[in-house]
């Protein structure tokens, strides 16, 4: 089964991949190897995680405060957001916001 980014999913990784190469040289890139990891293990084993909502699933990278929260469909494995965990915005107001921006997804 093949993985899609959301684009607002992939702006959210580029923004992080920049803050954290900010930070410090080569931070950035670390966390993108985190997270093709936490995509290669959600490709293998997509239901590995416990549902965060009635039809999302949520997978913790290994070593930054980062999840990747997808959708396992029919064809493809859609993820909707790779998610700063110690924001400070509730779980709860970050998947409104989601669903606002992209209708078509169903969160429960």
Not at 46 to 56: L, Y
Request: net charge neutral; charged share 25%.
């Amino acid at each position: 089964m093949q993985i899609r980014l959301l684009e607002i999913a992939q702006i959210e990784l580029d923004d992080s991949i920049e803050y954290y190469n900010s930070e410090s040289d080569g931070l950035g890139n670390e966390l993108l190897v985190d997270v093709l990891h936490a995509l290669d293990r959600i490709k293998n084993f997509p239901k590995a995680w416990h549902p965060f909502t009635e039809t999302t699933r949520r997978c913790q990278l290994r070593r930054f405060p980062y999840g990747i929260i997808y959708q396992i469909l029919d064809t493809e494995i859609l993820v909707i957001a790779v998610a700063n965990l110690h924001r400070k915005m509730g779980t709860a107001t970050y998947l409104s916001m989601k669903i606002g921006r992209c209708p078509h997804l169903h969160f429960h």
